[in-house]
C-alpha cells in the first residue's frame, strides 16, 4: 500500500531527508550528520536521564534550558540531541518556522560541546521547506511566554 505524500516540489527535499535519516539512522544504524556508528542505547539514556528527567521550568527559551540540561552530557548525546531536533523540525513548514530559525536551532545545539558533527549542507537546506503547520507549541522557536517552548523541557 502506498502512502499519500504532498506532491508539491518544495515537498521533496524534507522526503529525501527523512528517506536518508530512515536508511542510515534506523536500518544500518548509522549516524545523520556523519558517516560513522549511530548513537548507542547508552547515550539515549543518557539523553532521557539529562533531558527528560530533569525539566526546567522557567522564562529562558527552549535552547538556553537545553544548553544547562546537556551540559554534563557526551558529545555523543549532544549529537544524538541535535540529530532529534532536525527530524522534529524538518517537517514544520515554513510559515510556521523558517529554514534559518530551524538551522539556528540545530547549529546551537551542535555548538553546545566541542566534536559534534556539522550540519551537512544538503540537510540544512531540506530545512527550507516542510510539510505541515504543527503549531507552536511543538516548535522550539523560544521567547514568547505563551509557548510550551519556554514552560518546560520538551520542545
Not at 50 to 76: C, M, N, W, Y
Request: net charge neutral; with cysteine; hydrophobic share 40%.
Amino acid at each position: 500500500m502506498s502512502v499519500p505524500r504532498v506532491p508539491y516540489p518544495s515537498a521533496q527535499p524534507v522526503y529525501a531527508a527523512a528517506a536518508l535519516w530512515r536508511d542510515r539512522c534506523l536500518l544500518e544504524d548509522r549516524a545523520l550528520f556523519e558517516d560513522r556508528p549511530g548513537s548507542t542505547v547508552s547515550d539515549g539514556q543518557e539523553l532521557v536521564r539529562d533531558f527528560v528527567e530533569h525539566p526546567v521550568i522557567g522564562a529562558d527559551d527552549f535552547i538556553t534550558k537545553l544548553r544547562g540540561q546537556l551540559d554534563r552530557s557526551s558529545v555523543a548525546t549532544v549529537q544524538l540531541a541535535a540529530e532529534l531536533l532536525f527530524i522534529h523540525l524538518l517537517i514544520a513548514r515554513s510559515d510556521t518556522v523558517s529554514g534559518r530559525r530551524k538551522r539556528e536551532i540545530v547549529q546551537s545545539v551542535l555548538g553546545f560541546t566541542d566534536g559534534t558533527a556539522g550540519l551537512p549542507l544538503d540537510l540544512a537546506a531540506a530545512l527550507d521547506s516542510g510539510l505541515v503547520r504543527p503549531g507552536r507549541r511543538s516548535i522550539p522557536i523560544g521567547g514568547g511566554s505563551s509557548s510550551t517552548s519556554s514552560k518546560c523541557s520538551s520542545p
